[in-house]
């Protein structure tokens, strides 16, 4: 069946460093792919998305290109902030159902 | 603004004893979620709605129950709630159901945090 694998945390840098969190998915056909962000005792919040392949989202810095050939879709942002501290869950929408990875948690140190 | 909305934000019931978590929402989507997401996991999806079908997922205990009485409201009704019940309960909507080639993004609510004494 479909399935989403992301790196495991927690994740640890400094203010301003470079971030990638890596996300790699297993589905049949052209799944819709999402990453999205949940901060502390709140609900989860799409951070940016792409539908087909060679897509690029991008959201308040944070972006990812759907990439067919090795099936991922990594986060990256240039240069995090404090307030970027959360859980990141990648996710991909086919056959009625999203499936959600593990999650990713980021510490930005001031 | 439209918006999910999920009452109570936190929740105590004690073992044993009914609890019913409630979602409304004011996007006028057709679909309403509800997840189950324990600390440092992932959301795992327990049912959904579309429109009034009710889709139960195949290992859902039968402990959980759901009611979607008009388009707005959803509730998450735990018949005995066990300590392994103890959990952050998501309500989420979404404009169709999730389907290949769709852009099937989903709105959560806060959440409901249940603890179980």
């Known amino acids: 069946g479909d399935s989403v694998t992301q790196m495991e945390g927690p994740v640890t840098l400094s203010e301003e460093a470079f971030l990638t969190i890596n996300c790699t998915y297993t589905a049949t056909g052209y799944p819709s792919l999402f990453w999205y962000v949940q901060y502390p005792g709140e609900g989860l919040q799409l951070l940016l998305k792409a539908t087909k392949a060679d897509d690029k989202g991008s959201n308040k810095g944070f972006e990812a290109t759907y990439r067919k050939e090795t099936t991922s879709f990594h986060l990256e942002k240039g240069s995090v902030q404090v307030s970027d501290s959360a859980v990141y869950f990648c996710?991909?929408?086919?056959?009625?159902?999203?499936?959600f990875g593990a999650g990713t948690r980021l510490f930005v140190k001031a | 603004d439209a918006m999910v909305i999920q009452n109570p934000r936190y929740q105590v019931t004690q073992f044993g004893k009914p609890v019913t978590l409630s979602c409304s929402q004011t996007?006028?989507?057709?679909?309403m979620y509800w997840y189950q997401q324990k600390s440092s996991q992932a959301p795992k999806l327990l049912f959904h709605y579309y429109d009034k079908d009710f889709n139960n997922e195949a290992d859902t205990p039968d402990n959980f129950q759901s009611r979607r009485p008009n388009t707005s409201f959803c509730f998450l009704d735990i018949r005995s709630p066990g300590l392994g019940d103890a959990a952050m309960y998501l309500c989420?909507?979404?404009?169709?159901?999730?389907?290949?080639?769709?852009?099937?993004?989903?709105?959560f609510g806060p959440g409901t945090r249940l603890t179980v004494l």
């Open positions: 996007l006028n989507h057709n679909v």
């Open positions: 996710a991909l929408t086919g056959g009625f159902k999203t499936i």
């Open positions: 989420a909507t979404s404009r169709t159901q999730a389907q290949r080639g769709n852009s099937n993004e989903q709105f």
